[in-house]
């Protein structure tokens, strides 16, 4: 069965509204952040409101074309566009312009371009291509595998140049795998890492242990319901470190009570292994060993927040997390982002009547903190039009990618759900307070033609697949 | 495992909980919080940044060098500007209208939502009647700086100065902000971090007539600024001022250091100039004057002027001579003229009295054995081999070195390779007789002052140095950077030192440094003359007191002053005794050496 479609008719006009609507919008609010009473026009390309209708004019041509070339195309070409994409990584990090300390820009003439945008576009379609693969299972080791590998590689160079920001949209994969076949459990042990990560770094280690213990001990009782064995176990544990503590203070070995916490754990755990395995006590054995990989997980994150991870971004997670603060320096960005928003009130201050934003109290906020000019101009009503707006056009996307005939569409049709979702989540909530602040910009809205192109490309690929999806199946 | 609940609902309840999630956030902040509410008709909030005193610097016995006095800067956010009575305001700043004009300009180019400096360090009258007025002129507000001041007009090439930052350094550096002030030089370079503190940031809210109406929020999202630390310098105030009297009328360099722990006691770069000309207004004036003034004062020739060192550099031929068993304590040579030229002395029967009367000849005979060790029987790779080992042990001394001392701007000088010579004469092109002036402290080599007095400091402590440096105490922390704990050591025997050492102490008893002689205190020296193309030789000298466990090691040069012994010996001397002594009991010499010629 092979019929050809016609795209202007069969395109899902209401997700193009949408994304015009968001546009514009963003575009608004870009001459609203940087209005300047000298260049009151909106079409004055010497600044960046002009200049961002150039780009929104070559992003409409970008669609445009992207609809009239075949939709075979995209999956025909799609590890090509993948390896291309790859090549431009490399060579960005040689010949590239640094800006802010990231060598991530191509210059060419006055524009600027990068490269990471587009690769997520790009990813997305390889990633799709191998899911799509005929008689592929999703949930085998192997599959991951060569999907990680898809992602390490532009993983690997982004972050080689110094845009860690832009490396983090691939953990937002993590949807497409679990829609194509991953268990909730993936979901769920990912969420739990994530709370444990927090408590880790806001909490002190040693309550963190005992919190995971006393859940250990509590889980074992309520399963078992054995009142004894339980009283036992407890008694075991409590008693060594009793004994172990003694030691320590006899000898003066002056070791910290964590330590002595953790010797003790392992010490009554050979107990307690000889016991469940007698006794043939299967969720014994299932408790004893989260219990450890949980432990084992607080230990590097430690470490990785203490050693991996740079300075700048150390203070970022802790400003986040309250740990610490320091309203001048990493905080800087976030208080000012509240303030221009909380002053917006219900109803807002009004177009151009921004003080914060325009007074450039607020950094980047034409590109990163774009949403503190919407929320001080266009108040509460304001934000949370656009955030109802976005998920509208995320729950839209999802019913597209939900009627597509053939995985590869599917498939990425998901994956531009999970891009556009991760941005949208983080951008705007590093400018409330409730993301780190990771440089990653608002789609539609944040000032850049990278951006706005890399989106189009995203969205309007998906739109073409889309159009087509009745002609046959892949 | 099938899911009871279909997978895309999941997805599709995530982003609506979260999205959820994020406008009852906003809910709180825009509408129930009240904190970031301020009536937004007319108010606006204002950023007074609070500078924190900078640190204060003292010398190595807590004397104060450098503090601070408070400044006015009258700020403008050209956009607050409102209904500016402009010829008034003129008037009090003492500035003409086309002045203003160019100063608003300039701020507006810079941002019209930023602070800018407008007019920078009123006097305190002018300060006086501005804040009467300053209500009437909305958009400008005065912010409290302070300024650096100096108790004596010394070492000014040590401390450096503080400057306005530029806009290279608002772009690389994100602390700074257009205005600020940084370190651009010396130890105000070096210490930056430590002497500045940091930023705080006060927010007033400020009503159309530039009043302000209190804090923001309470004050709960100010900072306090953080003052700068306090620095204790090696330096020894007033060894540092007598060098600098001594150096008077001359051009030239003092570094004195003390040997065991490489603490810089005097670092002197003549001529000099008074700091107080690089604080605060005249900054800038008075630099591009002292830059264009011909005797270069603000060039630090104590760490980038490169110089022959002269026969001191005996000193350093004698040890690897030595060292590599090339010649023995009881080597004599003839004074034969024919080789190079010298003075008339009695013949050198052995290396001391080589050392004691500086024999040009002997050292030519010297250098000739450490390059030309036979190794191969042609000459030009022979050579190769002698000058790369050479080469590699003289370097050992710090010469030719960067120091990693706490001072921007160190020159390298050139202690001559394989690399150098093949690029100079070609491979194979050159040989002992091409190169043999380095023997006497000649020819190629070049050295700073910094590196002589390092070096002299090797002698003393007999074969070690640890790296010269500045900074004595860092308030409130217990240690110095860790790479000047650190002891480097010279492949060279200790009983060599011995034999250089007692030579050196004959230099000074019956040799050519007569002048040096300081009563009870035993000086063990070197002379140098360099021979200068260019004019007339330059006077050097090198010595360290006293003899047992010295506590000072020294270098002077003087620019074409002539013989070492008649200029730089006496300064030496006289610097050796006040340091320690904390006397000087040869006023006629002091007196001598500072009216020169």
């Not at chain 2, 550096?173 to 930056?192: A, F, T, V």
């Not at chain 2, 006496?570 to 006040?578: D, G, R």
């Given at each position: 069965?092979q019929?050809?479609?016609?795209?202007?008719?069969?395109?899902?006009?209401?997700?193009?509204?949408?994304?015009?609507?968001?546009v514009?919008?963003?575009?608004?609010?870009?001459?609203?952040a940087?209005f300047?009473?000298?260049?009151?026009?909106?079409?004055?390309?010497?600044?960046?409101?002009?200049?961002?209708?150039?780009?929104?004019?070559?992003?409409?041509?970008?669609?445009?074309?992207?609809?009239?070339?075949?939709?075979?195309?995209?999956?025909?070409?799609?590890?090509?566009?993948?390896?291309?994409?790859?090549?431009?990584?490399?060579?960005?990090?040689?010949?590239?312009?640094?800006?802010?300390?990231?060598?991530?820009?191509?210059?060419?003439?006055?524009?600027?371009?990068?490269?990471?945008?587009?690769?997520?576009?790009?990813?997305?379609l390889?990633?799709?291509?191998?899911?799509?693969?005929?008689?592929?299972?999703?949930?085998?080791?192997?599959?991951?595998?060569?999907?990680?590998?898809?992602?390490?590689?532009?993983?690997?160079?982004?972050?080689?140049?110094?845009?860690?920001?832009?490396a983090?949209?691939?953990?937002?994969?993590?949807?497409?795998?679990?829609?194509?076949?991953?268990?909730?459990?993936?979901?769920?042990?990912?969420?739990?890492l994530?709370?444990?990560?927090?408590?880790?770094?806001?909490?002190?280690?040693?309550?963190?242990?005992?919190?995971?213990?006393?859940?250990?001990?509590?889980?074992?009782?309520?399963?078992?319901?054995?009142?004894?064995?339980?009283?036992?176990?407890?008694?075991?544990?409590?008693?060594?470190?009793?004994?172990?503590?003694?030691?320590?203070?006899?000898?003066?070995?002056?070791?910290?009570?964590?330590?002595?916490?953790?010797?003790?754990?392992v010490?009554?755990?050979?107990?307690?292994?000889?016991?469940?395995?007698?006794?043939?006590?299967?969720?014994?054995?299932?408790?004893?060993?989260?219990?450890?990989?949980?432990?084992?997980?607080?230990?590097?994150?430690?470490?990785?927040f203490?050693?991996?991870?740079?300075?700048?971004?150390?203070?970022?997670?802790?400003?986040?997390?309250?740990?610490?603060?320091?309203?001048?320096?990493?905080?800087?960005?976030?208080?000012?982002?509240?303030?221009?928003?909380?002053?917006?009130?219900?109803?807002?201050?009004?177009?151009?009547?921004?003080?914060?934003?325009?007074?450039?109290?607020?950094?980047?906020?034409?590109?990163?903190?774009?949403?503190?000019?919407?929320?001080?101009?266009?108040?509460?009503?304001?934000?949370?039009?656009?955030?109802?707006?976005?998920?509208?056009?995320?729950?839209?996307?999802?019913?597209?990618?939900?009627?597509?005939?053939?995985?590869?569409?599917?498939?990425y049709?998901?994956?531009?759900?999970?891009?556009?979702?991760?941005?949208?989540?983080?951008?705007?909530?590093?400018?409330?307070?409730?993301?780190?602040?990771?440089?990653?910009?608002?789609?539609?809205?944040?000032?850049?033609?990278?951006?706005?192109?890399?989106?189009?490309?995203?969205?309007?690929?998906?739109?073409?697949?889309?159009?087509?999806?009745?002609?046959?199946?892949? | 495992?099938?899911?009871?609940?279909?997978?895309?609902?999941?997805?599709?309840?995530?982003?609506?909980?979260?999205?959820?999630?994020?406008?009852?956030?906003?809910?709180?902040?825009?509408?129930?919080?009240?904190?970031?509410?301020?009536?937004?008709?007319?108010?606006?909030?204002?950023?007074?940044?609070?500078?924190?005193?900078?640190?204060?610097?003292?010398?190595?016995?807590?004397e104060?060098?450098?503090?601070?006095?408070?400044?006015?800067?009258?700020?403008?956010?050209?956009?607050?500007?409102?209904?500016?009575?402009?010829?008034?305001?003129?008037?009090?700043?003492?500035?003409?209208?086309?002045?203003?004009?160019?100063?608003?300009?300039?701020?507006k180019?810079?941002?019209?939502?930023?602070?800018?400096?407008?007019?920078?360090?009123?006097?305190?009258?002018?300060?006086?009647?501005?804040?009467?007025?300053?209500?009437?002129?909305?958009g400008?507000?005065?912010?409290t700086?302070?300024?650096?001041?100096?108790?004596?007009?010394?070492?000014?090439?040590?401390?450096?100065y503080?400057?306005?930052?530029?806009?290279?350094?608002?772009?690389?550096?994100?602390?700074?902000?257009?205005?600020?002030?940084?370190?651009?030089?010396?130890?105000?370079?070096?210490?930056?971090?430590?002497?500045?503190?940091?930023?705080?940031?006060?927010?007033?809210?400020?009503?159309?007539?530039?009043?302000?109406k209190?804090?923001?929020?309470?004050?709960?999202?100010d900072?306090?600024?953080?003052?700068?630390?306090?620095?204790?310098?090696?330096?020894?105030?007033?060894l540092?001022?007598?060098?600098?009297?001594?150096?008077n009328?001359?051009?030239?360099?003092?570094?004195?250091?003390?040997?065991?722990?490489?603490?810089?006691?005097?670092?002197?770069?003549?001529?000099?100039?008074?700091?107080?000309?690089?604080?605060?207004?005249?900054?800038?004036?008075?630099?591009?004057?002292?830059?264009?003034?011909?005797?270069?004062?603000?060039?630090?020739?104590?760490?980038?002027?490169?110089?022959?060192?002269?026969?001191?550099?005996?000193?350093?031929?004698?040890l690897?001579?030595?060292?590599?068993?090339?010649?023995?304590?009881?080597?004599?040579?003839?004074?034969n003229?024919?080789?190079?030229?010298?003075?008339?002395?009695?013949?050198?029967?052995?290396?001391?009295?080589?050392?004691?009367?500086?024999?040009?000849?002997?050292?030519?005979?010297?250098?000739?054995?450490?390059?030309?060790?036979?190794?191969?029987?042609?000459?030009?790779?022979?050579?190769?081999?002698?000058?790369?080992?050479w080469?590699?042990?003289?370097?050992?001394?710090?010469?030719?070195?960067?120091?990693d001392?706490?001072?921007?701007?160190?020159?390298?000088?050139?202690?001559?390779?394989?690399?150098?010579?093949?690029?100079?004469?070609?491979?194979?092109?050159w040989?002992?007789?091409?190169?043999y002036?380095?023997?006497?402290?000649?020819?190629?080599?070049?050295?700073?002052?910094?590196?002589?007095?390092?070096?002299t400091?090797?002698?003393?402590?007999?074969g070690?140095?640890?790296?010269?440096?500045?900074?004595?105490?860092?308030?409130?922390?217990?240690?110095?950077?860790?790479?000047?704990?650190?002891?480097?050591?010279?492949?060279?025997?200790?009983?060599?030192?011995?034999?250089?050492?007692?030579?050196?102490?004959?230099?000074?008893?019956?040799?050519?440094?007569?002048?040096?002689?300081?009563?009870?205190?035993?000086?063990?020296?070197?002379?140098?003359?360099?021979?200068?193309?260019?004019?007339?030789?330059?006077?050097?000298?090198?010595?360290?007191a006293p003899?047992?466990?010295?506590?000072?090691?020294?270098?002077?040069?003087?620019?074409?002053a002539?013989?070492?012994?008649?200029?730089?010996?006496?300064?030496?001397?006289?610097?050796?005794?006040?340091?320690?002594?904390?006397?000087?009991?040869?006023?006629?010499?002091?007196k001598?050496?500072?009216?020169?010629?």
């Amino acid at each position: 069965m092979q019929r050809k479609v016609n795209v202007w008719t069969s395109i899902d006009w209401l997700t193009v509204t949408i994304y015009l609507i968001l546009v514009i919008a963003g575009w608004l609010n870009i001459y609203a952040a940087v209005f300047d009473e000298e260049h009151k026009s909106i079409l004055d390309i010497s600044q960046s409101y002009g200049k961002q209708l150039i780009w929104i004019f070559a992003a409409f041509a970008i669609a445009i074309i992207i609809l009239i070339i075949d939709s075979e195309f995209y999956s025909f070409f799609a590890y090509v566009v993948y390896g291309l994409l790859i090549l431009l990584l490399i060579s960005v990090l040689t010949m590239g312009k640094e800006v802010n300390g990231a060598r991530s820009w191509f210059e060419i003439g006055s524009l600027r371009l990068q490269p990471a945008e587009f690769t997520k576009f790009a990813t997305n379609l390889a990633v799709a291509k191998y899911l799509s693969t005929f008689h592929l299972k999703t949930y085998r080791i192997r599959t991951l595998i060569v999907v990680g590998i898809l992602m390490i590689v532009p993983v690997g160079l982004i972050i080689l140049q110094n845009d860690t920001g832009s490396a983090l949209v691939y953990a937002a994969f993590i949807f497409v795998l679990y829609r194509e076949g991953l268990s909730v459990g993936v979901l769920i042990v990912g969420f739990l890492l994530a709370v444990l990560f927090v408590l880790t770094l806001i909490a002190s280690k040693i309550s963190v242990l005992i919190g995971l213990l006393i859940l250990g001990f509590l889980l074992f009782g309520i399963f078992r319901q054995r009142l004894r064995e339980f009283i036992v176990a407890i008694s075991i544990y409590v008693g060594l470190t009793i004994v172990l503590w003694i030691l320590n203070e006899i000898f003066n070995y002056k070791t910290s009570m964590y330590n002595i916490y953790v010797a003790s754990i392992v010490l009554s755990s050979i107990v307690y292994i000889v016991h469940i395995y007698k006794k043939k006590i299967a969720i014994g054995f299932w408790i004893l060993g989260t219990l450890f990989i949980s432990i084992g997980f607080t230990f590097s994150v430690d470490y990785f927040f203490n050693n991996v991870l740079e300075q700048h971004q150390q203070e970022r997670i802790s400003e986040l997390l309250g740990v610490q603060s320091d309203p001048l320096g990493a905080g800087y960005n976030v208080n000012q982002s509240k303030i221009a928003i909380g002053s917006g009130g219900f109803f807002g201050k009004g177009f151009l009547q921004g003080t914060q934003t325009k007074y450039n109290f607020v950094p980047e906020q034409s590109t990163d903190f774009i949403f503190c000019t919407v929320g001080e101009e266009w108040g509460f009503l304001g934000t949370t039009f656009v955030i109802i707006l976005f998920v509208f056009f995320l729950l839209r996307l999802i019913m597209l990618a939900e009627r597509q005939r053939s995985t590869f569409s599917r498939v990425y049709g998901y994956g531009v759900v999970a891009i556009f979702f991760f941005h949208i989540v983080i951008n705007i909530g590093m400018t409330i307070g409730l993301a780190p602040v990771i440089g990653i910009p608002l789609p539609f809205f944040s000032y850049g033609g990278s951006s706005l192109w890399a989106f189009t490309f995203l969205l309007f690929i998906f739109l073409r697949l889309d159009a087509s999806r009745l002609e046959l199946l892949r | 495992m099938k899911s009871f609940i279909e997978k895309k609902i999941v997805i599709g309840a995530i982003i609506v909980l979260i999205a959820f999630i994020y406008i009852l956030r906003l809910f709180y902040l825009q509408v129930i919080d009240t904190k970031y509410k301020y009536s937004a008709d007319n108010n606006v909030l204002r950023y007074e940044t609070q500078y924190p005193a900078r640190g204060l610097i003292y010398d190595r016995y807590g004397e104060l060098m450098v503090f601070n006095e408070a400044a006015y800067d009258l700020m403008v956010i050209p956009r607050q500007i409102n209904n500016l009575d402009t010829l008034d305001l003129c008037n009090v700043l003492k500035i003409s209208i086309q002045d203003f004009r160019e100063k608003l300009y300039k701020a507006k180019v810079y941002s019209r939502y930023k602070p800018s400096l407008f007019v920078k360090q009123l006097s305190n009258e002018d300060y006086a009647i501005l804040q009467e007025k300053l209500h009437k002129y909305s958009g400008f507000f005065v912010q409290t700086r302070t300024l650096r001041a100096y108790l004596q007009k010394t070492a000014a090439h040590v401390l450096g100065y503080v400057g306005e930052v530029d806009d290279k350094i608002v772009s690389e550096k994100p602390y700074y902000k257009s205005g600020d002030y940084i370190g651009i030089s010396g130890i105000e370079k070096s210490y930056e971090e430590i002497l500045r503190g940091q930023k705080g940031v006060k927010i007033f809210m400020v009503d159309v007539h530039n009043r302000i109406k209190g804090s923001f929020a309470n004050g709960e999202l100010d900072t306090i600024p953080i003052v700068g630390k306090n620095i204790h310098l090696t330096i020894s105030a007033k060894l540092q001022l007598l060098g600098e009297k001594l150096m008077n009328k001359k051009t030239g360099s003092i570094v004195a250091i003390e040997p065991s722990t490489g603490e810089i006691l005097a670092l002197v770069s003549s001529p000099s100039y008074d700091p107080n000309l690089l604080v605060g207004r005249v900054r800038s004036e008075n630099y591009s004057k002292l830059n264009k003034d011909s005797i270069k004062p603000l060039f630090n020739r104590a760490l980038m002027a490169k110089y022959p060192p002269g026969s001191i550099f005996k000193i350093v031929e004698s040890l690897i001579g030595l060292e590599y068993g090339v010649i023995n304590p009881n080597t004599g040579f003839a004074c034969n003229k024919s080789l190079v030229n010298c003075h008339n002395h009695p013949t050198a029967t052995n290396l001391t009295m080589a050392i004691q009367h500086s024999c040009n000849p002997y050292y030519f005979m010297v250098y000739n054995r450490i390059i030309q060790q036979g190794v191969s029987t042609n000459r030009f790779k022979d050579s190769e081999i002698g000058v790369a080992r050479w080469s590699k042990s003289v370097k050992e001394f710090g010469l030719g070195q960067l120091l990693d001392i706490d001072l921007p701007g160190m020159k390298k000088g050139r202690i001559p390779d394989v690399d150098f010579y093949n690029r100079w004469y070609g491979e194979g092109r050159w040989a002992f007789s091409t190169i043999y002036s380095n023997g006497i402290g000649q020819g190629e080599v070049e050295i700073v002052p910094l590196q002589m007095a390092n070096f002299t400091s090797v002698i003393a402590n007999k074969g070690y140095y640890y790296t010269p440096h500045l900074i004595k105490k860092i308030e409130n922390t217990d240690t110095i950077p860790s790479k000047y704990l650190k002891k480097n050591k010279v492949n060279v025997k200790p009983e060599y030192f011995d034999l250089v050492t007692n030579a050196m102490e004959l230099v000074v008893e019956a040799g050519t440094a007569r002048r040096a002689k300081i009563k009870d205190i035993p000086v063990c020296g070197k002379t140098g003359t360099a021979e200068n193309p260019q004019g007339e030789d330059h006077s050097v000298f090198i010595a360290f007191a006293p003899r047992e466990n010295p506590k000072i090691a020294i270098a002077v040069y003087v620019e074409n002053a002539g013989f070492g012994g008649t200029w730089a010996a006496p300064i030496a001397s006289l610097m050796i005794e006040q340091y320690l002594t904390d006397s000087i009991s040869r006023p006629d010499l002091e007196k001598y050496v500072i009216d020169y010629k």
